[in-house]
């Protein structure tokens, strides 16, 4: 016996669901090539700037617009999975939140050069912040680069980078796996397509991704950078010793 669920206005064939729903994915579909236009411009203006983060952050702003619009108007449709879906869009954001601030307070004391670059942009530190909210990733934004503007061109400390690499890790674990698993089980309790849980699923699964291979490429510049600064903080002790074997008549 078939007990799946039918949504209003879903339907069964993807071809005639894509005929009826032409214009909205026209409008997701164009939302993409903007993303992919505000990569292209960042790289054209600074090839050595971090311009894909912007890119990925376009992705985690409509991931979460959909996600809520999902939760708005389709949770209901199975029974049970409103709540946890409520739950996990909470907690996440508040867990993501509270990391942001907790690292932004902890390069302001402990990062000079942040801390600089903080006095001249504490309103726009603060905008994005509030965005982090959505992800902690967000906070790569304001080191990126992006296209040259000074704005974009705050310094993280190691551990700074490394704090916003964990918390992405974190994220994966208690936002970006469970929110799959609500629309995976929404779609495993009903037939057909609907529009805004379809697009949620392709948007989780291409947030998954990126964040998944995103905190491999995290750790390998993380050790790289690490190693160049242990390399530095060697060659400096070197010179310092040599140049005091030279005051003493070392041998």
Not at 177 to 199: D, E, H, N, R, S
Request: glycine share 6%; with cysteine; net charge positive.
């Amino acid at each position: 016996m078939d007990d799946k669920i039918t949504p209003v206005g879903s339907e069964q064939d993807f071809i005639v669901f894509a005929k009826k729903k032409y214009v909205e994915l026209c409008i997701v579909g164009s939302l993409f090539l903007f993303a992919m236009l505000v990569y292209w411009i960042g790289r054209c203006n600074n090839s050595k700037g971090n311009n894909f983060v912007l890119f990925n952050f376009l992705f985690i702003c409509y991931d979460l617009a959909f996600d809520i619009t999902f939760l708005i108007k389709n949770a209901k449709e199975v029974p049970g999975l409103f709540k946890p879906a409520l739950i996990i869009l909470i907690v996440s954001g508040s867990i993501n939140l509270t990391m942001s601030f907790a690292l932004i307070i902890q390069q302001r004391i402990y990062n000079p050069a942040f801390s600089n670059w903080l006095k001249e942009n504490h309103r726009f530190a603060a905008l994005i912040t509030v965005f982090s909210a959505a992800n902690i990733q967000a906070l790569k934004i304001i080191s990126s680069n992006y296209g040259g503007m000074t704005v974009l061109q705050a310094k993280y400390s190691s551990n700074g980078q490394r704090a916003i690499a964990w918390g992405g890790v974190l994220n994966l674990a208690f936002q970006d796996i469970p929110q799959l698993v609500i629309l995976a089980k929404y779609w495993t309790k009903t037939k057909g397509y609907v529009f805004f849980p379809f697009i949620s699923l392709v948007l989780s699964i291409i947030i998954l991704f990126i964040d998944f291979f995103g905190r491999i490429y995290d750790a390998i510049i993380i050790t790289n950078n690490d190693d160049g600064t242990t390399r530095r903080l060697n060659n400096r002790s070197s010179d310092s010793t040599y140049q005091y074997s030279m005051r003493v008549g070392a041998p």
